[in-house]
C-alpha cells in the first residue's frame, strides 16, 4: 500500500472525556461496503456517540463496530448503535461467551459496580488474524494486561496503531488483573514490548489525543510499569482513585453517604481492601473517606455540602 503524508488520512479520531473512551471512525475505501467504528464509549453518552458517528458519516454507512475490549466505557454504546445503524458488532474473543449469555460478573460489571447495557455480538477480532477497512489492512494483536482479553489495531503499512488502553501518551489504564488478585503487570511490561518493535508512526489511544512521539510514551509507561511491580499496593491505591473518580463521573453528583456506602458493597474494592489495607485505617468507610477527600483535594472531585460532584 503507498505510505500517505498523514498517516490518519481517512480516519476520524473523536476525543472523548474519560468516562468514554475514544472513538475511530475508519472511513469506507472505494469498494468497501460503509465505514467501521472502533469503541463506543459510555452508556451514558451513547445518544451523544450516536450523534457525532451520525455526523461525522455525513449520509454514509456504517457498516460495523469493533471494540478493542468489553470495559464499559469502550463498549456501552453499542447497543444504541445497532438500534440507530443495524451494525454488527466484533469484540475480542475471550469473554465473547460472557457476552452472549449476559454474565455481568464475569464481564467485570458488577465487581467494578458500573453501567452497561446488553448487547448482542456477531463476530470476533481474532488475535493473528486481520481484516481491512478504510483501504488498510488491519492486524488484530493481543493486548493483555490493563484486561486480559483487550486488542490492538494495527496497519502496518502506515504506521497507524490503535492501542486502546495499553498504551497512552502519559500511561496506559489501570491493571484491573492485579486488583482482582490476578498477575497482570509483566503482561503490560510485554505489550509495551510488541509496541516498541512495530514501526509506529501514529498513536491512537483509547484516551486522549492522538500522538507521534512513541518513543517518550513508552519510556513513561516503563518507568510507571516498574514502579508499581515494585511497589503493587501503590497501584491498588492508584487503581481506587480511579474508580471512585469513575463512578462519580457516571453519577456526576451523589451524597457523600451513598458513595461511601457503594464504595464499601462494591466486590472490586472490597478486595482491595483485603488485600491492600492502608496503614492507620480502621474501616472500610475511613478509607473510602480517605480516598474522597484526597481527590477533592486534588482537584478531581469537588463537596458542595454532603453532595460529591465531578471536577
Not at 494486561?145 to 497507524?160: E, K, Y
Not at 489504564?173 to 510488541?194: K, N, R, S, Y
Request: net charge negative; proline share 7%.
Amino acid at each position: 500500500m503507498p505510505a500517505l503524508r498523514d498517516p490518519l488520512d481517512g480516519l476520524t479520531v473523536l476525543e472523548r472525556g474519560w468516562l468514554s473512551s475514544n472513538n475511530l471512525l475508519i472511513h469506507a475505501a472505494p469498494g468497501e461496503p460503509g465505514a467501521v467504528l472502533v469503541d463506543t464509549g459510555h452508556v451514558n453518552h451513547a445518544a451523544q456517540t450516536v450523534a457525532l458517528v451520525r455526523q461525522v458519516l455525513g449520509g454514509r454507512r456504517l457498516d460495523r463496530v469493533l471494540n478493542t475490549h468489553l470495559h464499559s466505557d469502550h463498549c456501552g454504546g453499542n447497543a444504541a448503535l445497532q438500534r440507530a445503524f443495524g451494525v454488527p458488532v466484533a469484540i475480542p474473543p475471550g469473554q465473547a461467551d460472557a457476552v452472549t449469555a449476559w454474565d455481568d460478573e464475569a464481564l467485570s460489571y458488577r465487581a467494578t459496580g458500573q453501567r452497561m447495557e446488553r448487547f448482542a455480538p456477531q463476530g470476533l477480532l481474532t488475535p493473528g488474524e486481520a481484516f481491512v477497512a478504510g483501504g488498510r489492512e488491519w492486524e488484530v494483536l493481543a493486548a493483555p494486561g490493563h484486561d486480559p482479553h483487550s486488542v490492538m489495531l494495527f496497519d502496518r503499512a502506515h504506521g497507524v496503531l490503535v492501542s486502546a488502553d495499553a498504551l497512552w501518551e502519559h500511561g496506559f489504564g489501570v491493571v484491573f488483573p492485579e486488583i482482582a488478585g490476578e498477575p497482570g503487570f509483566d503482561d503490560v511490561a510485554e505489550v509495551l514490548e510488541t509496541i516498541a518493535a512495530l514501526p509506529v508512526k501514529a498513536v491512537v489511544p483509547g484516551h486522549g489525543a492522538p500522538f507521534s512521539d512513541v518513543a517518550a510514551a513508552l519510556a513513561r509507561a516503563r518507568s510507571r510499569i516498574a514502579g508499581f511491580q515494585a511497589d503493587p499496593a501503590r497501584h491498588a491505591r492508584h487503581a481506587v482513585k480511579v474508580l471512585v473518580k469513575y463512578h462519580v463521573m457516571e453519577e456526576r453528583a451523589q451524597p457523600l453517604d451513598e458513595l461511601v456506602a457503594w464504595a464499601v458493597g462494591t466486590p472490586l474494592l472490597q478486595g482491595v481492601w483485603e488485600r491492600y489495607p492502608p496503614a492507620g485505617q480502621i474501616s472500610a468507610q475511613a478509607w473510602v473517606l480517605q480516598v474522597v477527600e484526597d481527590l477533592v483535594g486534588s482537584g478531581a472531585l469537588a463537596r458542595a455540602g454532603d453532595q460529591v460532584l465531578d471536577a
